[in-house]
C-alpha cells in the first residue's frame, strides 16, 4: 500500500541555518503531496502542497518539490528561525497517508 | 471564525472502559475526519462522516465508531479500550465540492485520551 518514510529527528539547527528534511514516498499513481506542520498544543496545519510531478510547494520561506524519479518530496528553508521549531509530517494523497514526523528544534 | 473545536482535551480511561470524543467543525465545512495520532507517529486516517454517514474507512476495527449529527458536528466512540488506543485524537473538517479534501482540511487541536 501507499506510505511516507521520512528522516528521523529530532534535527536540531542554529537560527539562520539551512534546512532539509527528507521525505521519500510509495504509491500507486501520482497522488497529491503535502506538508503539515504541528506546533506544541496545536492542530496540524498545512504547510504547503504540490498535486503534480514537478510542482514546487512554497509557504512562509519553506519548499518542497514533487520528483516523480525520485518519489521525494524534500522539506527545505534557506534560512530558520526560532519559531519554525516544531513536527513536521510529509502526507500524501486524498485520506492523507503520513509519515512519522519529523522533530526540528532551532536554538538562538 | 472558530477552527474545529474537540473536546474533552484530555482524558483517562481504564482498559475496558468506552469512551466518546466529540468535534465541531469550521464553520462552513460539512465533512468531518477523524485521525489517531500514537506517540511519536504520524496521525492515521480512521473514518470520514459526511451527510450523517461514515463514507470512508481506514484500517481500524469496529470497536471504534463514530456518529455525525445535523449540525455538521461528530462523535468518536471506542469500546472495550486497549492500553494501545492511548493516543492523541484529532478530528479535522473540510467543505464539501472539493476535488480532493486533503486541500482544505482543518485539523482541531486533539483530544489526548490515556488508557491505564
Known amino acids: 500500500g501507499d506510505s511516507v518514510t521520512q528522516m528521523e529527528g529530532p534535527v536540531t539547527l542554529s537560527e539562520e541555518a539551512f534546512l532539509t528534511i527528507n521525505c521519500t514516498y510509495t504509491?500507486?499513481?501520482?497522488?497529491?503531496l503535502f506538508w503539515y506542520v504541528q506546533y506544541p498544543g496545536e492542530g496540524l496545519q498545512l504547510l504547503l502542497k504540490a498535486t503534480k510531478a514537478d510542482d514546487k510547494g512554497s509557504n512562509k520561506g519553506f519548499e518542497a518539490t514533487y520528483r516523480k524519479e525520485t518519489t521525494s518530496f524534500h522539506l527545505e528553508k534557506g534560512s530558520v528561525q526560532v519559531s519554525d521549531s516544531a513536527v513536521y509530517f510529509c502526507?500524501?494523497?486524498?485520506?492523507?497517508?503520513f509519515g512519522s514526523g519529523t522533530r526540528l528544534l532551532v536554538r538562538p | 471564525d472558530a477552527g474545529v473545536t474537540q473536546s474533552p482535551t484530555h482524558l483517562i480511561k481504564t482498559r475496558g472502559q468506552q469512551v466518546t470524543l466529540r468535534c465541531s467543525p469550521k464553520s462552513g465545512h460539512d465533512t468531518v475526519s477523524w485521525y489517531q495520532q500514537a506517540l511519536g507517529q504520524g496521525p492515521q486516517f480512521i473514518f470520514q462522516?459526511?451527510?450523517?454517514?461514515?463514507?470512508q474507512r481506514g484500517n481500524f476495527p469496529d470497536r471504534f465508531s463514530g456518529h455525525q449529527f445535523p449540525n455538521y458536528s461528530s462523535e468518536l466512540n471506542v469500546n472495550a479500550l486497549l492500553l494501545g488506543d492511548s493516543a492523541l485524537y484529532l478530528c479535522a473538517s473540510s467543505p464539501t465540492g472539493t476535488s480532493s479534501g486533503a486541500n482544505v482540511l482543518t485539523f482541531g487541536a486533539g483530544s489526548r485520551l490515556t488508557v491505564l
Open positions: 504509491a500507486t499513481g501520482y497522488p497529491s
Open positions: 462522516y459526511y451527510e450523517e454517514e461514515e463514507r
Open positions: 502526507a500524501l494523497g486524498y485520506k492523507l497517508i
